[in-house]
């Protein structure tokens, strides 16, 4: 079967059917059915505020979008695939329900600033979400960290056990990179708070519209400058994609944390039944599936990000069509960055931090071997032959097998005279902790601190969240 | 509602709601719900051989697979998410209808091998459908190159008009690209024949199987080496990714070209109706969409690929739940590559070529300068010289807006004394194309050549494909 | 040779040769030389003022560092591949020259916070740079609109003539492209600008330092908060490689622009012999080479932002010797942008504009169609109505081979009778641009305002730039 | 300073200073300079056997280029950036040294299929080079995997214990990856096997070149078959990337094993000296550098793929300046695949395995879980129920703060009244290694059998690769 579409006037036969599908975009689209028909909505209003329909007109018109809205809502609005894209297919069942007087409601409007509008109005929505999303992971990351401001387990660099620190710290540490991913979705939600209706197919309209009325309507503070960029950009996807890829990699890191500390070698945590599974063969194992699927996922997150730049490299002004393409990506991100954020918050929740085991495992690696040569610094030495000395003193317990801990004074001083019974002090792990207290340190009461200040950065931003729903 | 799955046997509590469908492929994954039946059935053939079922047994089993096949050929198999996978969708469907038989076919065998040759089966599907797509891409454009040549047009560099070419080497280009993209696909296949099952889910199996019976059955030639790689490796699946974003690449480069061509300023050729759209605004347009989403989905191909690199980068032996997140990439770049093809084919056999535009295309623009410096060659001169004197006669014609040809021999002259009456016919545009006659250039007689040569080519391939489906 | 290092105190044997290179970064991180001393004579500053070193020993050490960047800027500092990396590099060439004192230097730091100082202190300079030369296109692309505010040109949605639209219409829309980049520049500039000295190797240091008071040496107003966040992320060169390729994707749609413009077929625009070249075989050849490349750039800027991702992407806490990977590619993508914009200010500045040509073009397209629909929509037709009749009118005027302007209002009236005298005055292009009067609309008027507004606004932030430069 | 280039006859203007920097190639492209004059040398030998130049103009102009190669392997060529390109600065040197005649070489040839020529030349020697390198790594991991083929360590999915296997097996997966690398690299090698010299700018040349003479001369058994595509070609470069992506992503998830297994928590291996590093601040450091650098530099050669992709999207035919973009993605990902295999090599043969760690660790986590579900199943049980009860058991053993083998017969009957005496057998850990003895398995048995399979192999390859050198 071949189309008869709006724009068919001109063509004397139908598209051949493969290529109706391939160029239909229905199929996903339709995921921005309400968000299409607010702006139909608030662009109908404008038409006959500023007289270019009439009141009746825009009642009527009005009536069957809202009817349409209710549809979509309810889950039974058939989308078509002959009417090829949400905007036709909204427009088409507005016809059939209100008749000719439908055909008004394109006037001084094109789709290509029609899906402009669509667009920019789901990923305003999408950030926010997604703003949420991570606002509740850091309140799960809160609310542990405050339970373990005295938890002591190796930091580590290179993966090898570098220096003592308190858990609080290191989930500390996560919150700092949510916060900036935060940040980041606010940045781009602010720049996409712009109004392209009224930009038409490229050119603006020789229609009287009010576009800033437009733009009230739907909650944007800012119409677009110019019709051209109006219908060509979509900095705003890319920004969106961005983003979520950094807010991926963060969530990948912390992903292959928990991997790594639910292994027996480590054995740091637990997961909670709920958050793990089994094997179809070996009955024994318990995996940590949902934290390898958001490190996994990461992938398809950073690869729409390369898409969608893909897409856009080298296009000229102003719409083409390639930009069809930049709502599968878009969609995808967000839903896989949605989903992990949410099964994250859920496995910070529950799992079972194993304290004994972080404890045990501060006492080999020497730990503590910077703060035997800070105690030779403060013995008068530079640094760098202070660490020359302690290299010397962890080779020696190394082949003694012994800890830096049971090496006697006479053993240490084998090595280097400057040491007296203050070595000993220096060597004493929750000591290194306490005296690593200095602002962004490890020390619990640095770490109470910063607890403390997430805390309230936390209520802050939720206020202002509850604040944004509650007006928009 | 909770989960009780086949592995859940040590665990205490369900899975979280949200976790349930975070960690469920099913979704997706029902995809593979034939090549799933097919391994199961070689693999219950194996068991019953080798003595470790009954033949009852296994013909009960196989009894029930084919009924479940038919379903879902059907489309009346219904998939539950509560049941995770492709795999136990398909177990547990057998288990209803044959009890607890069902739960012998699992012996010897774990999801982990059982999804690798999955996916593998899918694979090879993929690139055999790929490579019939090919070919006929090639076809469609043997066909038009035979058509036109002796059709002269501007061949380009830097997108400026450089030498006159005929068009069907132009055409015959794209041909070469796709030969190699054919012979890719090929290497990718046969890298794949090997059947992983048996692996089990890393380590092999207790039970005395017969892996090759079952590469047999599925129609590979080999099995793999590796138990650990079997269930770890998915470099079929990148190389798949790889594969077709190079020639996602190929089809962009085309697609850029019938944009360009199809616009008024080049004029060079008009699409079908059937493959061209209008504009919901704008009455007069005709847009080549078609080839602009071919262009813009290299995009996703390419992003599919870097999703998959990403994916595997730094995960440890052997399988990990990341590995999932294998299929919609591959499953999507397939059906795009798929559709691209065909629709391309389709451009390509009802596009019109506007010959007389592209004749015209040959007479400004000094196509025929490096022809009047080869000429100075002939005459005596260095190249780089004569290269240097044809300089000043284009500059001199640029300001005298002359062509080449309409320069007299005196003007010619002028620059240079070495010019005699030679000099016009080495400006003929004709005469320039015929003389380009060594293996490769695009003169008639090698253009005609080269096409039979691709036409023999493709006819022992697509021999080669008919005698490969004839067989599987 | 093997190497004797500040940390190899512990180590029986030299590195392998190889591994000595492959291991050192002196090769690219040379780079931060100033940086690094500009750090670490805040740091021993900081030391002095806090009483950890004197300030005799304070003294020695600044004037060392002084001493080796006199050197660094004179290019006669002698980078040394057995020093490994810069940091080693500089304290190595203090130690050289004012003894065993250099040693102290290192006191409460490690070179993980160190190099997280350099990188972020290079960054915000690069992206201080990149916002300039934005606005130097930004400057360029106003002064070519203002003399182009009555040029016409046809805009183009899929490279289709569409509409007319002014030439500084056109060149605005980049103008917004790029003031979009500039306040991601500029967001990024600010999230980054935190020092992260003191987090020593991870875990802060047991050494009273003052980390505000190195901030404020260095010139970032605020400390990181977390000491193992400090010396994990790199979501600052994430951060910066998105938005220099968002930035790129908008140069290379301006590229693909300026190459199409430049061909014979468009013929829009000359480019500059400055900025152009030529060919080594083809005497009459003259190609936009600095266009293509500023497009073909793109793509490693692109690869560098995945380098990034990829290599950050499942990394644990806290430093990983992965992350020295990320300086090649941050330098690379700011050299990469900063070179383009130079060139592409250049060609802005230079290239001619064939307005002859341009006005040409839009007399062939119908691209007043919408116009003639948008009359009927004033003679009550609902407008989708009006899209069908004057698909009709172009139809006939296609075959009739005559635009709409030479159709009689005979010949109108066959289509529609609602066509009266007006209708000829709704084909006049210049009315056309004309009644296009909305804000971000195409009218000269419109078009003015938007200069003026573009200009107050650059006028603003050259400012802001100007003060930010006197101050840092 | 402008230009005066050879190309640059029809300009009126230098080019501006920055644009000559911007444009030129010669700092990277200088690396083909022993490709370029192998090429010249071959055309020249050609141009004089056609008798397009004389026997004596070819015997001065490869003096001539013999002499510059001598310098150029010395290093003392003087590469100049006003010569733009490898090309020009060659043939500008080699008029500086012969004069005019110099001006001959050119007949018959852009600098579009030149650069071609030279690229393919240096992928050709890069693929070979790779080739020796991986097998090199197989031979060490040959070496290694034959000491231990009795080496009994966990096997992991989802990193969490699952079955035990032999180290030599492990090992051996990595065998089997570099084998599809090995296979790959060789099959790009085989396709870019093309001259593409004869192509000219584009369309070929009126000269009679001899194109299968220049290619039995450069050592390509065949020519290229389209002239546009020899010059817009970049598949070979496209090839190589995807492939050392590939490889790439193989040597990354090695190298996480490395960094994972030297970790104090599995404690599998401890890295030679001469492969590891120390830290600037803790003196007990010992850190797994090399691996990291490994798994880090995935991120560059992916992302040079990238870039590579993206600069060829959407480019039309034929040669375009983007493509320059093409080489330093091409060097830098050789470079670094070569270094990362040959660090790897060092790595494999100087790290000492703990196989008393390794053996400690298959005793706890149930690894023996699957034999016992295994033995259930031979006594008649369906695997699936077997599955279940074990499940119970593993839950039974672990509130119980036992191994399975600990586990009373008493106390699994409690269970399942089927467990007899055979039980203990099944949870025999060497017992359930030996079992699997199946190809592919992990019994020392047929661990051997692949052994001995690989080194054959192996001996073949490194043979082939013999011959290939004493030839070419």
Redesign the interface.
Same mark, same amino acid.
């Given at each position: 079967m071949g189309t008869h579409?709006?724009?068919?006037?001109?063509?004397? *036969?139908?598209?051949?059917e493969?290529?109706q599908r391939?160029?239909a975009s229905i199929g996903f689209d339709q995921r921005l059915a309400e968000e299409d028909v607010a702006g139909s909505i608030a662009h109908a209003k404008m038409l006959a505020a500023q007289g270019i329909i009439t009141r009746d007109e825009a009642a009527k018109i009005i009536e069957g979008l809202d009817s349409i809205r209710n549809e979509i809502r309810a889950g039974t609005f058939a989308f078509r695939l002959d009417r090829e894209d949400i905007? =036709?297919n909204v427009?088409g069942a507005l016809?059939d329900r209100i008749g000719?007087?439908?055909? *008004?409601?394109?006037?001084?409007?094109?789709?290509?600033d029609q899906v402009a509008l669509d667009v920019r109005l789901f990923t305003r929505q999408a950030l926010e979400q997604l703003q949420g999303d991570v606002l509740n992971v850091i309140d799960a990351l809160i609310d542990r960290a405050a339970e373990h401001t005295a938890t002591i387990l190796p930091?580590?660099?290179?993966?090898?056990?570098?220096?003592?620190?308190v858990l609080a710290?290191?989930l500390?540490?996560?919150?700092?990179?949510l916060r900036?991913d935060y940040?980041?979705l606010s $940045?781009a939600r602010g720049?996409l708070a712009e109004s392209p209706l009224?930009?038409?197919?490229?050119?603006?309209?020789? =229609?009287?519209?009010d576009?800033?009325a437009v733009a009230r309507n739907v909650g944007f503070p800012a +119409?677009?400058?110019?019709?051209?960029?109006? &219908?060509?950009?979509r900095?705003f996807a890319?920004?969106f994609l961005?983003?979520t890829? %950094?807010l991926s &990699?963060h969530l990948?890191?912390f992903?292959?944390?928990l991997?790594?500390w639910?292994?027996?070698? =480590?054995?740091f945590l637990i997961f909670?039944?709920? #958050?793990?599974?089994?094997?179809?063969?070996?009955?024994?194992?318990?995996?940590?599936?949902?934290a390898?699927?958001i490190?996994? *996922?990461?992938?398809?997150v %950073?690869?729409?990000?390369?898409?969608?730049? &893909?897409?856009? *490299?080298?296009?000229?002004?102003? #719409?083409?069509? $390639?930009?069809?393409?930049d709502k599968?990506?878009l969609f995808d991100a967000y839903d896989t960055a949605h989903?992990c954020l949410? &099964?994250l918050e859920?496995i910070v929740r529950t799992v079972t931090f194993r304290t004994d085991r972080m404890r045990q495992?501060t006492t080999?690696? =020497?730990?503590n071997?910077?703060?035997?040569?800070?105690y030779l610094?403060t013995r008068g030495l530079?640094?760098?032959?202070a660490?020359? +000395?302690?290299?010397?003193?962890?080779?020696f317990a190394?082949r003694a097998g012994k800890t830096l801990e049971q090496l006697t004074l006479e053993e240490l001083r084998l090595i280097s005279p400057l040491f007296d019974a203050g070595a000993q002090t220096a060597l004493d792990v929750d000591q290194?902790?306490l005296?690593? $207290?200095?602002?962004?340190?490890?020390?619990p009461r640095?770490v109470q601190q910063?607890l403390e200040?997430a805390r309230n950065w936390w209520s802050v931003e939720v206020g202002r969240q509850t604040a944004a729903d509650t007006q928009g």
């Open positions: 579409s709006p724009w068919s006037g001109r063509f004397e *036969k139908p598209l051949d493969l290529v391939f160029n905007h =036709f427009e016809a000719a007087v439908a055909g *008004k409601l394109h006037t001084g409007r094109s789709r290509n930091g580590y660099t290179h993966l090898q056990r570098a220096q003592p620190v710290h290191h500390l540490a996560y919150v700092e990179m900036r940040a980041r $940045d720049r009224g930009a038409g197919a490229l050119a603006g309209t020789t =229609f009287p519209l576009r800033e +119409i677009t400058r110019n019709s051209l960029d109006s &219908v060509a950009d900095d890319l920004e961005a983003t890829s %950094i &990699v990948s890191r992903a292959e944390e991997v790594l639910s292994t027996q070698e =480590f054995g909670d039944d709920a #958050y793990a599974t089994g094997s179809s063969m070996m009955p024994q194992k318990k995996n940590p599936d949902t390898e699927l490190r996994g *996922k990461t992938g398809r %950073i690869g729409h990000l390369v898409a969608a730049l &893909v897409l856009l *490299k080298g296009l000229p002004l102003a #719409y083409n069509k $390639d930009l069809q393409e599968e990506a989903d949410r &099964v859920g495992a080999e690696g =020497f730990l071997a910077t703060d035997l040569a800070d610094v530079p640094f760098r032959e660490h020359g +000395i302690v290299s010397q003193v962890v080779l190394e290194g902790v005296r690593r $207290d200095l602002p962004g340190g490890t020390s640095r910063a200040e």
